[in-house]
C-alpha cells in the first residue's frame, strides 16, 4: 500500500494552500510532517481524505496507485486510508461502539462478528487507558480534548488501515496521556505493518514515536527532508531558519 | 357560516364555515391556513381500505385496545367508553370546552363523531387507541388519572395514503394529585390529509403529564397544545417530533404556562424537513405572576435539507414573575458538512451518513420517550421517511441508531434493529 502525491496543488475557497508538494508513504514507514500554524498541514491531510471544501487545481494524489481526483472520502477509506481527526465533530444520540462497528462494517463490507469485535474494543480500550463508560457515551459528546484524541486513536485501533494520517495526535494530551497514545500507536503500526503519517508542531510525540522521514512544510510546499536529526535542529531553532530558507 | 364554539347542530354533513385563522395574536403573521371553508363529511360505515389497514397494522405488530374508524369503534376495556356527542355528561362537555381558542380545533371540537372517556382506577394502566380514517374523523380523548395512579395512553392515527381525508385529535387530560399521565401520538396519515390535533389539561398538586407527539403525515398538521402546570409543584413536558418531505407543512404550537408555584414546564421540539416541505415550531412559554420558584424550558431545533424547505422555529416567553428559572433556545441548520465528512472518512457512504445524522437527531428526542413500544413504531416511522417511504405503515424491519438513556449497556443500541 502507498500513497503518492505528485506536485500537488490545492486551495480552499479559491485561495491556493498547497503549492506544488511531493510525498510517498508506503506502509510500514513512518512519516512526521512538521511545521508552523497556517503551513497547510491539515489542508493536505484533508486533501487527501477528499474533503468537499478542497478544490485540487492541478497534481495527484495516488492510493495503491489509483487516482484519488474523483473519489469519495468513504472509497479512499475503504482503500485503507485513516484519518484521525485534530477536532473531531461531536453527534449526539450515536453511540461511540454502534458507530465503530458501522464503520468496520462498510469498510470490510461484511458482517462482524460482535463478541470478536467488543473484546478487541476493550482491549484496545485497556491499553489506552479508557474509562468502560466510553461504551454507553455518545461520539464525542462531552469528551475532554485527551479523550477525543483517545477516542480517535480507539478507532484507529479497531479499524487497523493500511495507512493513517494523524492530525496532531498530541494537542490537548498531558505527559501521561501522550505516552500512552504515542506508544499505541506504535504498537498497532508496528503489528499491522501500517504506514503512518504524524502531523504535528512539536517534536515531544517523535520521541516516543521515532519517525523515519521528517518533512517540514511551510506556506503549502515541503522545504526541507530528514531523519530525526532534523526534529533536534527544529527543536533547538525552531522554524524561523526554515521560512528563511522558503521566500 | 361563522363558527359557534360548541355548535354541533351548525356543522351537520356538508355544513361549511369561515372564520380567522390563527386566534394568537403572538402568532398571527405566522401560520400555515387551513381550507378557508372546511366540511365534515363522513361515510357511515368502515371503508374496506380502512379495514385492510388495520389489519396490515396487527401484522406489523401494532395493536389497538381501543379502535375507531368511521363506521367501527371499539374498545376491549371496562374503563374505557366511547360515547356520540350526545351521550356526554355535564363535566364532559365542560370538559371540551376548555383549551386554546383556534380555529382547527374548535373545528373538530365542534364537529366530534367519537368521544373516548378513560377512567382508569388501577394505579398503573396503559391504553393504546388506533384511529383510521379513509375520509373524515374528528375524535376527542378525555382522560382521567386519578389520585397517586400511572397512566399511559398511546394515540396511533393513520389515513388511507392517496385519498383525500382529514383526521382530528383532541385531547384533554386531567390529572389528579401525585398523578403521572404520559401520552403518545404518532401521527403517520396519508400525504392527503388534513390533521389537526391539540390538547389541554388540568393539572392537581405534584403530577405530571408528559405529551409526545409524532408528526410524520398529512399535507398540512395543524396542532395546538394549550398545557398549564396548574397544581402547585406539578410539571408538564412536551416532547415534539416532526419530519416532513415534499411539499407536507406542519403548523405546530406549544403554548406552556407555569399556573402556580414550584411548577415546571417544558416544550422541546425537533424538525427536519426536505424538498419543499415547511415547518413553523411556535413555543410560547408564560410564567405568570404570583408563582415563586416556576421553572421553564423551551427547546427547538431543526434540519432543514434542502434550499426550497424551511422551518421558522419562534420561541417566546412571557416573564412576571421574579422568582423563577427561564431558558429558550432555537437553530436551524442545514445538515452539518462536517458531520457528513467525518462519517465518511470512517468508510460510511454518504447516504448511509446522512441517515445516522438524521437519526441520531431525533433520538435525542426519541430517548424521552419513555413508552419503548412508541419509541420503536417512531423511530420505524421516521427511519422510512429518512429513507424516502412515504408508507402510512411503520417498517418493522427498520435500521435504527440511537443511545437510549433509559436502558444502560451496549446492546440498547441494537434493540431496535431487527
Not at chain 1, 478542497?54 to 468513504?74: C, F, P, R, V, Y
Not at chain 1, 470490510?108 to 479508557?130: A, H, P
Not at chain 1, 494537542?171 to 498497532?188: R, T, W
Request: hydrophobic share 40%; charged share 25%; proline share 3%.
Amino acid at each position: 500500500m502507498m500513497v503518492e502525491i505528485k506536485d500537488l496543488h490545492a486551495s480552499v475557497n479559491g485561495k491556493e494552500i498547497i503549492k506544488g508538494l511531493n510525498l510517498s508513504v508506503r506502509s510500514g514507514e513512518i512519516h512526521a510532517i512538521m511545521g508552523p500554524n497556517g503551513s497547510g498541514k491539515t489542508t493536505l491531510a484533508n486533501a487527501i481524505m477528499g474533503h468537499p471544501k478542497i478544490t485540487i487545481e492541478s497534481g495527484q494524489i495516488l492510493i495503491d496507485g489509483k487516482d484519488a481526483n474523483g473519489m469519495k472520502t468513504d472509497e479512499r477509506v475503504k482503500l485503507g486510508i485513516f484519518m484521525q481527526f485534530q477536532n473531531p465533530v461531536e453527534i449526539d444520540g450515536v453511540g461511540l461502539i454502534q458507530f465503530l462497528r458501522t464503520s468496520k462494517e462498510s469498510i470490510t463490507g461484511s458482517k462482524i462478528n460482535f463478541k470478536e469485535f467488543m473484546d478487541d474494543i476493550k482491549e484496545s480500550m485497556k491499553k489506552l487507558e479508557m474509562s468502560d463508560d466510553f461504551i454507553k457515551r455518545s461520539l464525542n459528546v462531552g469528551f475532554s480534548g485527551g479523550e477525543k484524541k483517545k477516542s480517535e486513536i480507539l478507532q484507529l485501533m479497531v479499524l487497523k488501515p493500511s495507512i493513517a494520517i494523524l492530525d496532531e495526535p498530541d494537542s490537548g494530551l498531558d505527559v501521561d496521556a501522550l505516552k500512552v497514545v504515542a506508544n499505541n500507536i506504535q504498537e498497532i503500526a508496528k503489528q499491522n505493518n501500517m504506514g503512518v503519517i504524524i502531523i504535528t508542531h512539536y517534536s515531544r510525540i517523535l520521541s516516543y514515536i521515532r519517525p523515519d522521514s521528517v518533512h517540514v512544510m511551510i506556506d503549502g510546499r515541503i522545504v526541507a527532508n530528514g531523519d530525526y536529526e532534523l526534529v533536534k535542529k527544529i527543536e533547538k531553532n525552531g522554524y524561523e531558519s526554515l521560512q528563511e530558507k522558503s521566500k | 357560516m361563522l363558527y359557534e364554539p360548541g355548535k354541533r347542530q351548525a356543522y351537520e354533513e356538508g355544513s361549511k364555515i369561515s372564520v380567522r385563522q390563527e386566534s394568537s395574536e403572538l402568532y398571527k403573521k405566522h401560520y400555515f391556513p387551513l381550507p378557508a371553508e372546511m366540511e365534515h363529511i363522513k361515510p357511515k360505515r368502515m371503508l374496506k381500505q380502512e379495514q385492510e389497514m388495520l389489519d396490515r397494522l396487527k401484522q406489523a405488530g401494532i395493536d389497538f385496545d381501543v379502535f375507531v374508524s368511521n363506521g367501527l369503534s371499539i374498545s376491549s376495556l371496562p374503563y374505557v367508553d366511547i360515547k356520540i356527542p350526545g351521550e356526554l355528561n355535564e363535566q364532559e362537555k365542560s370538559a371540551l370546552q376548555a383549551g386554546i381558542d383556534d380555529y382547527g380545533t374548535r373545528f373538530l371540537l365542534a364537529n366530534l363523531d367519537k368521544i373516548i372517556v378513560i377512567k382508569a382506577k388501577s394505579p398503573a394502566s396503559r391504553i393504546r387507541i388506533g384511529a383510521i380514517t379513509g375520509s373524515r374523523l374528528n375524535i376527542a380523548v378525555i382522560t382521567t388519572a386519578p389520585e397517586g395512579s400511572q397512566i399511559t395512553v398511546t394515540e396511533y392515527f393513520g389515513t388511507i395514503g392517496e385519498i383525500d381525508s382529514q383526521l382530528g385529535i383532541a385531547n384533554i387530560i386531567h390529572a389528579e394529585r401525585n398523578a403521572r399521565a404520559s401520552l403518545y401520538q404518532i401521527h403517520n396519515e396519508g400525504k392527503n390529509s388534513i390533521v389537526l390535533s391539540s390538547a389541554s389539561d388540568a393539572m392537581g398538586e405534584n403530577s405530571t403529564l408528559s405529551l409526545n407527539s409524532m408528526y410524520g403525515g398529512g399535507s398540512i398538521t395543524h396542532a395546538r397544545n394549550f398545557l398549564v402546570a396548574s397544581g402547585p409543584a406539578s410539571t408538564v413536558e412536551i416532547n415534539d417530533l416532526a419530519f416532513g418531505s415534499g411539499m407536507q407543512k406542519f403548523d405546530i404550537l406549544d403554548h406552556v404556562e407555569n399556573g402556580s408555584y414550584n411548577t415546571k414546564v417544558e416544550s422541546r421540539s425537533k424538525a427536519v424537513v426536505s424538498d419543499f416541505s415547511a415547518c413553523i415550531l411556535k413555543a410560547f412559554a408564560r410564567i405568570p405572576h404570583g408563582v415563586p420558584n416556576a421553572r421553564s424550558y423551551v427547546y427547538q431545533r431543526g434540519i432543514s435539507m434542502s434550499k426550497d424547505a424551511h422551518i421558522d422555529a419562534l420561541p417566546d416567553m412571557s416573564i412576571d414573575e421574579s422568582a423563577v428559572r427561564a431558558t429558550h433556545s432555537s437553530a436551524v441548520s442545514p445538515i452539518d458538512a462536517d458531520e457528513i465528512f467525518y462519517l465518511m472518512a470512517r468508510g460510511i457512504e454518504r447516504g448511509k451518513a446522512r441517515k445516522i445524522i438524521l437519526n441520531s437527531f431525533f433520538g435525542e428526542i426519541l430517548a424521552r420517550f419513555g413508552d419503548l413500544e412508541m419509541q420503536r413504531i417512531a423511530s420505524s416511522i421516521l427511519d422510512n421517511r429518512i429513507e424516502g417511504i412515504f408508507s402510512a405503515l411503520p417498517n418493522p424491519n427498520a435500521e435504527f441508531m440511537h443511545v437510549d438513556a433509559a436502558v444502560e449497556g451496549i446492546e440498547s443500541h441494537y434493540k431496535y434493529r431487527k
